[in-house]
């Protein structure tokens, strides 16, 4: 059974940072349900919830993902490329000795899980705000010598790279041309592009053969069930005005 890390939604959660977004009020009770659904349906697909401790003094502690890498032969500890979002690290590197070695990323690197998209023994790096060269080359330094291929990849206009790109299947990649100026790095995958109207829409959470995917996105959603997708839909409308998606929100660790 795999493990789902989490981490409850801060108190803080509404000072937030944002990139992208402007600021909009967050009703903290509603985006806590959500997250509490979310990880139901992280259940529902056969994970284990492990949730570490909350950090109310950590806006945007809830974003996991950005906190680690985790490979099948090893973790990596990011530092994540906001200075406020450096200290959400230390408790995921206080739970992760319970599965894998852990390697701890150093300055000068920063580097968020966000921008780290693995499919098989393919790893794509967004070139990204977030992650700079020295925490490309960190990672590549931990996975090229474990077989797998590490890839920087340009992005334009969106925060992480699985903003832009996620796998929705073996092979098949959900993806938002308007924000990846190449998409050769991509050749030989099948590709789904969003709705152009919908451009939040290609952040999807492949687990098995299941797809947990944000509702609010219609078009793009009939597109994925044409393909032959059908997600389990997740209401994340709060989260959302974090600039986090379904992705953002867990730390999958295979056993
Ligand atoms: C941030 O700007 O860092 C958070 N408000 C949102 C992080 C979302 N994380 C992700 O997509 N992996």
Redesign the pocket.
């Known amino acids: 059974m795999p493990i789902a890390i989490t981490r409850p939604i801060s108190d803080s959660f509404a000072s937030?940072?944002?990139?992208h977004l402007a600021r909009q009020p967050i009703d903290l009770a509603l985006a806590r349900r959500e997250h509490e659904a979310y990880e139901r349906a992280l259940e529902a697909t056969g994970c284990e919830i492990h949730r570490l401790p909350a950090a109310h003094d950590l806006?945007?502690a809830i974003?996991v993902?950005?906190t680690a890498v985790v490979l099948e032969e090893v973790a990596l500890v990011t530092r994540?490329?906001?200075e406020s979002?450096r200290a959400e690290v230390e408790a995921m590197a206080a739970a992760l000795p319970s599965w894998r070695a852990v390697v701890a990323m150093e300055e000068p690197g920063t580097l968020?899980?966000?921008?780290v998209l693995r499919v098989g023994r393919r790893i794509f790096v967004g070139d990204s705000g977030?992650t700079n060269q020295a925490g490309f080359e960190q990672l590549r330094a931990v996975a090229e010598p474990l077989g797998y291929r590490v890839r920087r990849v340009p992005i334009a206009g969106c925060?992480?790279l699985?903003?832009a790109v996620t796998a929705v299947a073996a092979g098949t990649l959900l993806l938002n041309p308007a924000w990846l100026p190449s998409l050769d790095c991509f050749a030989g995958f099948d590709v789904i592009a969003v709705d152009p109207g919908e451009p939040h829409a290609a952040?999807a959470l492949l687990l098995g053969e299941t797809v947990i995917y944000a509702s609010g996105f219609p078009r793009t959603l009939d597109r994925l069930q044409r393909g032959g997708i059908t997600p389990r839909l997740v209401e994340v409308s709060e989260i959302a005005k974090?600039?986090?998606?379904v992705?953002?929100c867990s730390v999958i660790v295979q056993r």
């Open positions: 937030c940072q944002l990139t806006p945007d974003f993902e950005d994540p490329g906001a979002r968020d899980g966000g921008d977030r925060l992480h699985k903003s952040n974090a600039e986090g998606a992705t953002c």
